[in-house]
DNA sequence: GCATTTACTGGGCATTCTGTATAGCGACTG
DNA sequence: CAGTCGCTATACAGAATGCCCAGTAAATGC
């Protein structure tokens, strides 16, 4: 569970460079094969890493325009509701929240045009009762771990 | 920037096994090799695909309390907002939106009680004016791509 | 209609990496 | 003091990668 210095500059380097394979990384990281090999191992089975899936930009798939929903649902229609969503292929992500509302959703669309077919399919359903969108404009801080992962790691 | 149905399969199949080859994919997708290293290649200089950094969980590092935070900002102090946000670890991602506040925010935090450190240090900024916090619950649809992918595929 | 370009196939080749195993060494622990 | 753990260092077979080429089929331009 807990990051040393070494799990923090592997990340580091991981997140840098991606396509690096273990021997390379030995190699940067100034330490033997089998070690980084029994790091990545156990950061993998800790379930710190969770995987290496391809980062996709929903911009350059033709979904330029992401807005965040806030939504209030009716009492007891929580798992339909979730159901819903999850069906939707513009809803990137689902929260339930605390708070003002009861949810939260990422949505993607093809444009401020598209995001109101969008939303009037997301909320077009019996267990929202309302719903607030905010649209992105600028994304200054991008989704982002290695701040965190230093400090995880005493850095 | 369109993508067609091999696209899409690729997508898919890198998502759900990332550590695989070029070779081992395109024995799945029944294509030869070369087809899948252009792909790729293709996809990667589209911008599609901006990398394969490790997926990291927050909640395996002791950051398992995720919230979202709506700021409302003094005008034109935006980009030192920016900075001041960019500089605390736990600001995972940061956007500025339309519609009641002026950002978005996701933080973590390593408790409930830690949560409230985190808030203080984000808020306590001159150029900040009002916050407020929705504490993620539950996670119904983590962060996704392969539905959009699919669709993007046509299929 | 014809030539050109583009994308995919199938094959080959040298280099490199991976998975796995080995043994030695220093540090910590019961 | 013996046992365990993490790291180093090395070895080896099997596999993948990067790169090359030639042939083909479909789309594009003249």
Redesign the pocket.
């Known amino acids: 569970m807990a990051i040393d210095h070494?799990d923090g500059a592997l990340l580091e380097l991981l997140a840098r460079e991606p396509r690096i394979?273990?021997?390379?990384a030995s190699r940067r990281l100034g330490?033997?094969?089998?070690?980084v090999?029994?790091?990545l191992d156990r950061l993998q089975s800790n379930g710190v890493i969770r995987g290496f899936g391809p980062d996709v930009d929903p911009a350059a798939l033709g979904y330029p325009v992401t807005a965040f929903a806030t939504l209030e649902i009716k009492q007891g229609q929580g798992s339909d509701v979730r159901a819903h969503l999850a069906s939707v292929p513009e809803v990137l992500e689902l929260h339930t929240t605390t708070g003002h509302g009861d949810m939260l959703c990422r949505l993607v669309a093809r444009s401020n045009a598209d995001l109101q077919r969008v939303i009037d399919r997301v909320v077009g359903f019996d267990g929202i009762v309302r719903a607030s969108t905010a649209i992105v404009m600028e994304n200054p801080v991008p989704l982002r771990i290695i701040p965190l992962v230093k400090q995880a790691a005493g850095g």
């Open positions: 070494l394979g273990v021997l390379e330490v033997a094969r089998g070690t090999q029994a790091r």
